[in-house]
């Protein structure tokens, strides 16, 4: 079965960095768009960024680009997610999404369990 594991979350200052990782398994990792979301509570989800099975295209959300970077390892079927710069605002519960094609416009058929990032001083 699809499994998606995320890591890396935790407390950073303001200005600071952090980079999360997914684990994927149960399926073809190469063959499909990944994409990363988060979620405030009591707020919806936010899709944040997408890359192309191949690695060939991204999608940034206003709200990170310039700030985040997403990138795979097909060859180890890891997601991988950097953010810097972090702002309060981006203290959210971050998941890991398998879209439903090779292309991240296609939407999530599988998501994660979340890991959490905080911003704080």
């Known amino acids: 079965q699809v499994q998606l594991v995320e890591s890396g979350g935790g407390l950073a200052q303001p200005g600071g960095s952090l980079r999360l990782s997914c684990a994927a398994s149960g399926f073809t990792f190469s063959s499909y768009a990944m994409s990363w979301a988060r979620q405030a509570p009591g707020k919806g989800l936010e899709w944040v960024s997408g890359i192309y099975s191949d690695g060939s295209d991204t999608y940034y959300a206003d709200s990170v680009k310039g700030r985040f970077t997403i990138s795979r390892d097909n060859a180890k079927n890891t997601l991988y997610l950097q953010m810097n710069s972090l702002k309060h605002e981006d203290a959210e519960l971050y998941y890991c999404?398998?879209?439903?094609?090779?292309?991240?416009?296609?939407?999530?058929?599988?998501w994660g369990q979340g890991t959490q990032v905080t911003v704080s001083s």
């Open positions: 999404a398998k879209n439903g094609s090779t292309d991240w416009g296609v939407v999530f058929d599988y």
